[in-house]
């Protein structure tokens, strides 16, 4: 009985935890919403209205004042990315395919690559594995913009009611494969993550050629673990 009791506060301290941690990232959410969002979105209309000037009256202030446009809008999309995975449930609420539409944009802005996205989503994967298929594409998509100098990208997505699938290809410098840790391509935690949630990930890359990215998940009838372990990070 003892035991029991420990192990049943133990639980409620962890729950509480977690919801202490998911009103604090609303609550931040909320503060980056009412100043940090506002502030750089009258930045951005401020500098989309000189640049605006600059093209009639001072051509030769038009590229600094593009590139401040531009940086400005870089930031507004990454920080609205930002204040939307603050909050978990939007992540779960969404289609995967929605929110690699929404990846995809932001990259498109911060840099030119080619993205192209091939996605067929027929069912909701189970919300860890949702969440799991989400942060390593994003993952995916950070190493290659860090790393892989490529130009194109290919994303494919292919969701039924027993499997998931999800590929990223990219045509960048490619690695050796005794390579990978050394070079922060960030593989291992990609694996980690999906060995949490029992799906294969295979990588292969050539260097010079590209990257292949491969996350394979079948459902086996399982219950599913719970989301909280993914929020956590």
Known sequence: ???????????????????????ER???????HDAV????????LISEMLLYQAKEDAPQFEQGLAQIHQLSRIALSELRILLFELRPDNLLRSKLSDLFRQLTKTLSIRVNIKVELILNETVQLPPNVHLTFYRIAQEALNNIIKHAQANEIIITLDVNKHTGQLIIQDNGQGFEADES????????NMQERAKSINA???VTSTPQTGTKLTLFWQNMGLDSPSEHDDLKN
């Open 181 to 188: 840790d050394t070079q922060g391509f960030g593989l291992r």
């Open 200 to 202: 294969d990930f295979i």
């Open 37 to 44: 969002n506002q502030t750089i979105f009258f930045f951005f």
């Open 26 to 32: 609303e609550r931040l959410s909320r503060d980056l």
């Open 1 to 23: 009985a003892r035991v029991e009791s420990q192990l049943t506060l133990r639980r409620i301290y962890e729950q509480a935890n977690i919801v202490a941690m998911i009103h």
